[in-house]
């Protein structure tokens, strides 16, 4: 009786703390961990697996329990894995296919460096190279044992046949894993840390440790998305809790993805830090024993608060207010515009310098960038770490494929960047970097405007380079990011214009909103626009991303001339110069001050517009509130029959002229 | 005795501001076509369009970067660093690390060093004198140093080449790499590179003041070697290297100090109107008085070396007379 009571209380707990704890995880609170534990081995929490782990945020199908450490002299990492992998497809997988990102740097004929190549004034480094050697390789079959597959293991080059490239390995598995059901996946590797490389590497006694770990492909429509990495893109991953335990010589301040939840000093003067993330599709870390800790805490009326920890280089000290403003309000305005921040936690990364790492995404951690000479009117560290700090929307959270649709987070992004950074530093202005780029000099009369965020200058350049609906991985790798980028911000900044700001915001809302935590293709998107609006966008998206054609509209003739009769005859021919099309205004102002606004549809070659009006013209516009950011001539937007262009040209010439005179005496010094 | 000099070449300077005005007609004369024609491109490419209106009263950048995009040559040169004292720093900058001007520009610089060579006899020489040449005087001056400072500028030439195509890579692409290339704080990187811009303006200003005392020498003691006067140069400033480098600091402290007051003074954009003329004729002060500067150097330097002789105003040579030279008699003839 005493028995049967002890045993029936004992259950009733255990239903109670699983009930608790599945409460907890259904309520989309931010993760919480408890307090940091010094000191003391703790066992870390069962991997996030079975109906806890799917109570989650996201499906969390893939997810890694990491043991790891670093050899600071002999700069390698030794590390073990176990995956946690469900297949969450309809269809049955036959094989696993894993990323060794590492190996891109392995040799000069991995295909990362024969694209890297292509890109004009790029050398190749003599040294610092780096790799990544499964050891061992294990898996468990659903109710079966574990299986030693490291022979079977075998590198493929799905993207370009590259041999000798070891990006991406496979392995073969005993029998089909069907739709639900869940790998275990036991992997041991080594790997050398490289010099910088793609934002990952040491210099001196900093590390950025990204893409580093064995890790797997998205599987999806019955397939492996797996992707070589190639020089122009980034990164594709299931989201999962990534618990991972990083070992570290005493001293070294370390930073990750997820929230700290142990330290655990050890005798041989090594120091283990935990780390665990939930709802995550990757995990990096920072390590380095002069790294500046400091935090602060967001808070919104409207929105969850995050800790924000910043980890400082010390001679950045000063502009520890600068990193945590740019986030709080990066933090704000993505959060109003477009959804909640709900991880509680972020780490900022202030990258040492010379480290390559600065400017990258990582989910709830990401680099900034700056300098030791930094003018505040100059958005430096401002911009990347907005841009860094909204990547935790558009990738972080939607998380589209790198690989093949890189402009939907890249893009957003960057129109959403320069969105916060002309709302919140409106006081921008173009800088120079001198004397070997060590010396900022900032041009005070030169004002930066939200266009050039948007880098409409680097689009103009490229605006024909790649077609945006091509696979990022087959585009061109000097100009990618004209097309990734730049095209895209400056399409969304003209949508905006278009459909007004609250339309646009509601479209990228629900974005959002239905797509985070999940993996959207650019369909998806499309859909979107369509719904929010009622209307049918297609036409729009055909000339933005299922071609390369550039919109250019001009004004080919102005005239008034006065008809005999007191009264002038205007007359008004505007042309489409580019391929692509775009409904513009067109607006002719008389010297009475009245304006006509005329709306064409902007298909055909020219359009012809006359009036007969008491005053003469004054000028033409095509398109005068600049709605449509992607024309590439602005220039010839606008005609006035009172031209001013000799006036400008003097006193530029003049300024210029000013210049070669100093100039002169510069290289007078030779006398 | 240097502070003595550096009064005595400021009064050289002054008290003939003809050779001022020559100087200064000379920088206008060789800049103002290219800016002509820079005021071609710039006018044509801004047409009828609504776009002057904004760089004419202030600057459009979103236009800028258009026509920058649209240009390959001369107008490649017109960048937001021809703004105020981004200008000068700009310069500075490039010419210290090494980066040679704009193809464009190449010719009027190569015109205006020329130009200069064929001068500094004559600007010497008056210096040297201390006392008006007038017109035929200077200009018979210029024709007979003019092609012993040729010959100088060809070894001069062949000594800044030397510096910048082999000492300034070493230092700056071989040297700076290795010692940075390990670090991982900026600041020290920075350091690194004052240090090295100290040894490379180290060898430039050492160069400089060699070439500077055998124009000198060529000049008040009418040395037709140009490899004597080289020799006795350098003999000079072994023998007297401080007073050579205490001048030499004294006038490029006066250099810094007019930088610094430029920096704060630099006219910014301005309006089309009379801001913009009132900016340009300010700049033309600026240049003035860089040019002051550069012959104060020049004067500075043979009132030293004169104050070394028997007598402060010692020139070797009688006055050339015109059209006694010889470069006049070849012009003439």
Known sequence: MRFSFLLSAAALALLLVAGASLRGQLRDEPVTSGPLELGRAGEPAPPADGAVARAGRSPRNASYDIEVRLDHDARTLEGRQTIHWRNIDAAPVSDLQFHLYWNAWRDRDSTWLRERRLVPGYTLPEDGWSAIEITSLRIRQPEGDWADVLDRLRFIAPDDGNQADRTVAAVPLDSPIGSGLTLEIEIAWTATIPRPFARTGYIDDYYFIAQWFPKLGVFEDGAWNVHQFHTATEFYADFGVYDVAITVPDGFVVGASGQQVERVEHDDATTTHRYRGEDIHDFAWTASPRLLDLTRRFEHPALPAVEMRLLLQPEHEDQADRYFAITEATLARYGEWFGAYPYGYLTIVDPAFQSGSGGMEYPTLFTGGTRWLAPADVQQPESVTAHEAGHQWWHGMVASNEAEHAWIDEGFNTFATARVLDEAFPQSRRGLRLFGGFVPWVLRDVPLTRIDHDRLASYRLNAEADEPWTPTYRYWPATAGAITYDKTALWLHTLERHLGWPVLQRILATFFERWQFRHPTPGDFFDVVTEVTGQNYFWFFDEVYRSSNTFDYGVEALRSETDGDDAHRTTVVVRRHGEARFPVEVVTTFEDGEQVREAWDGLDRRVIYEYTRDARALSVQVDPDRVLLLDVDYTNNSRTLEPRAEEAARKWSLTWMVWLQDLMLTYGFFL | ?333
């Not at chain 2, 009263?57 to 490649?76: I, K, N, P, Q, R």
């Not at chain 2, 082999?166 to 071989?174: C, I, K, R, S, T």
């Not at chain 2, 040579?317 to 003439?332: C, D, K, L, Q, R």
Request: overall charge positive; charged content about 15%; aromatic content about 14%.
């Open chain 2, 1 to 333: 005795m240097v502070l003595r000099c550096w009064r005595d070449g400021w009064r050289r300077v002054l008290a003939a501001p003809a050779v001022v005005v020559g100087v200064l007609v000379l920088t206008c004369v060789l800049a103002m076509p290219l800016a002509l024609l820079l005021r071609g491109e710039i006018a044509a490419r801004l047409g009828d369009s609504l776009a002057a209106d904004a760089m004419a009263d202030g600057v459009a950048y979103t236009w800028w970067e258009e026509f920058l995009a649209g240009t390959t040559s001369l107008g490649g040169t017109f960048t937001p660093a021809v703004v105020g004292f981004a200008a000068t720093l700009g310069n500075l900058s490039d010419l210290l690390d090494g980066r040679a001007p704009a193809a464009p520009l190449v010719w009027a610089l190569g015109l205006y060093l020329v130009a200069w060579t064929f001068l500094a006899g004559g600007i010497l020489d008056r210096y040297a004198r201390q006392r008006p040449t007038r017109a035929h005087g200077f200009f018979a001056a210029c024709g007979v140093f003019f092609f012993r400072f040729l010959r100088l500028a060809v070894v001069a030439g062949v000594v800044y080449w030397w510096l910048f195509a082999f000492v300034h890579p070493w230092l700056f692409d071989g040297l700076f790499d290795d010692l940075t290339r390990d670090l991982s704080v900026e600041r020290t990187a920075f350091f690194w590179r004052v240090a090295l811009y100290a040894v490379f303006g180290a060898l430039l200003v050492a160069a400089n003041v060699v070439f500077d005392y055998t124009k000198v020498r060529l000049v008040v003691e009418d040395r037709h070697s140009v490899v004597g006067a080289l020799v006795a140069a350098l003999r000079f400033v072994r023998r007297h290297p401080a007073r050579v480098a205490g001048l030499y600091a004294l006038n490029a402290l006066v250099f810094l100090a007019v930088l610094a007051v430029w920096a704060l003074a630099a006219p910014g954009v301005t309006g089309s109107g009379a801001a913009m003329w009132l900016a340009f004729f300010g700049s033309q002060a600026y240049i003035v008085v860089r040019l002051l500067l550069k012959l104060q150097f020049l004067a500075s330097q043979t009132a030293l070396f004169q104050a070394n002789l028997a007598h402060a105003s010692f020139v070797r040579a009688p006055a050339p007379v015109w059209p006694e030279s010889p470069a006049a008699e070849t012009i003439g003839g």
